[in-house]
């Protein structure tokens, strides 16, 4: 599994998002068929993984936090949905 930055390919909606949002960084990666959209605001972090096929591993789940949350992974609350996680860690 690889984690592919995808940012350039969705530069209109991240720019009406920082816009529209109090969000100041926004990057877009795919994992897979997984859509990995990781936001940061002021006071926390906030990671939303999507998959339009099939509901997202655990090994996903970690790969995610391992790759871009690093040495906060581990205070990362998970929030699991049918075909979609969000992970959010406070600064």
Do not use: C, W
Not at 18 to 40: M, R
Not at 41 to 51: L, P, R, Y
């Amino acid at each position: 599994m690889q984690l592919i930055d995808v940012t350039n390919s969705y530069s209109r909606m991240i720019h009406r998002e920082l816009i529209e949002s109090p969000a100041h960084f926004i990057k877009v990666y795919t994992l897979g068929n997984s859509k990995v959209v990781y936001k940061k605001k002021h006071a926390f972090s906030q990671i939303v993984i999507t998959n339009k096929l099939r509901p997202i591993t655990n090994k996903e789940i970690d790969l995610v936090k391992e790759k871009l949350l690093k040495d906060k992974a581990s205070q990362a609350t998970v929030t699991r949905g049918e075909k979609a996680v969000e992970i959010v860690v406070d600064h």
